[in-house]
Each structure stands twice: as C-alpha cells, then as structure tokens.
C-alpha cells in the first residue's frame, strides 16, 4: 500500500520539481548594522556578505551569542495586517529565544569542535561575538494554508503555499569580544521553504524556525571552511510530510 501511495504520488513531486524556485530578494537594510560595504556573494550561503581581510581567525576558540535584537522588527507596521497585533511582542520574543538557542545548538552539535559556546560577555581575545538581528517576519497565512489540505495530490496545493509566501530575514554580524571591532556581516532573506502542506504550516511561525535553524547551520560551515571552499545556500524545497 506505502510503495503504491508513493507510486501515484510522483508524477506530482516531479511537476514540482521542475517548477521555477522564487527567490525571496535581496534583504533590505535596516538600521540594525551598516551594510553599504556588503555585496553579494556566491560562495556563501548568505545573500550579502563582508569579511575584513586579514583578520588571524585562529586566535579565536571561543563564540558568545548575544541576545537577538528585535527592535528593528517590532517598528514594522506590517503586522496589523495580520489580525494579530496583541500577540506579537510575545510572538517575537518567543522567537528571539528560539533564534538564540538554535545558533548555539548549531556550534555545540559541530563536529569539528571548531568554536567552543561561552556565556561570558568578558572582553577576551579568544571570543567572536555574535550578534543578531531579526529584521523582518510574516507570520504562515494558516487558514488559507488550510485549503490546502484539500487538493493535496493537485497542483492546486502548490499555488496555495507559493503565491502566499512568508518571509523572515536576519542580520548577522561576528566581533572581536576584546576590540569590538566587526569583522564579520551577513545578512539574508529566506521566504518559507517550498512544501507540502506539512506541520510547519498550522503553526505561526514553523516555517521561520526551519529557516533559522538553517542559518545557524550554515554559519559554522562558514567559520569552518576552507580558503575558496564554496559553502552552498540552504534549499528551497521541503517535501516532508511532517
């Protein structure tokens, strides 16, 4: 029964493939760091990117994450729109947390150990930085989400998910703790994965805590690669179920 339900279920999924992936646009600027020296890059998995040349990353053994800046977010007037105006200072501080959380697991689950996680704010030589900012957030649009449910072997449940995109964007910049010099500025804008209609979809914001556990991924493949290594961009797909 599981290899015929699969059988019937490909022509769909090879339809989808071969469907254009939108890209979710350059990330716009928003206050939180300076991003007129930022360009974009193709090697890296952010959409715009600087690297200070020069900089002796050797001596640094260490990675503090610091509380995500919010601030930036919570001026857009965007999230009226969205009937949920009461909830979203605790939405976003929710998420703040998860983002927090998730760039360390991502460092503490390395396995190359490359950077060891602190929690000391002390000014060490041996300790990068890291702060962030969420600059922009749409929340899932559930209920028209939900008619999903409906055509699910349809075409019609990719036009549901596709033409109601959500996004989320950060702000990412890596500092000597010592100096305070920046050394490192990221910054991306990642729309919801392309899907089936999955679990991630009945809730708010499932989708924006994929893409910021992919994100926190990305970034220690980053700080571990190699001169010229190429570390590719998170996919745009998502065809689980759950």
Not at 168 to 182: C, M, N, P, S, Y
Request: hydrophobic fraction near 45%.
């Amino acid at each position: 029964m599981r290899i015929r339900h699969w059988t019937q279920m490909l022509p769909f999924l090879l339809a989808v493939l071969s469907l254009p992936v939108c890209m979710a646009g350059e990330p716009k600027p928003s206050g939180f760091m300076n991003q007129s020296d930022m360009t974009l890059r193709g090697d890296l998995p952010f959409e715009k990117a600087w690297i200070k040349p020069g900089v002796n990353w050797a001596q640094y053994r260490k990675v503090v994450i610091t509380p995500v800046d919010t601030s930036h977010l919570l001026k857009a007037d965007l999230w009226q729109d969205f009937g949920r105006t009461g909830e979203i200072k605790k939405d976003v501080e929710n998420l703040a947390r998860y983002t927090r959380a998730a760039f360390e697991r991502a460092f503490f689950a390395d396995p190359d150990k490359r950077f060891k996680v602190t929690f000391s704010m002390q000014p060490s030589p041996e300790i990068l930085r890291v702060e962030m900012a969420l600059t922009e957030l749409t929340p899932n649009k559930v209920l028209l989400k939900a008619a999903g449910f409906v055509p699910v072997y349809g075409l019609a449940a990719t036009a549901v998910n596709q033409t109601n995109p959500s996004y989320v964007a950060i702000e990412i910049q890596l500092k000597d703790a010592r100096t305070g010099e920046t050394l490192v500025k990221f910054a991306d804008r990642k729309k919801e994965p392309f899907t089936l209609i999955n679990i991630d979809q009945l809730s708010w914001y499932g989708f924006a805590e994929k893409r910021i556990d992919q994100w926190a991924v990305k970034l220690v493949e980053t700080l571990n690669r190699k001169p010229g290594e190429v570390v590719d961009k998170s996919s745009s797909f998502d065809l689980k179920l759950w």
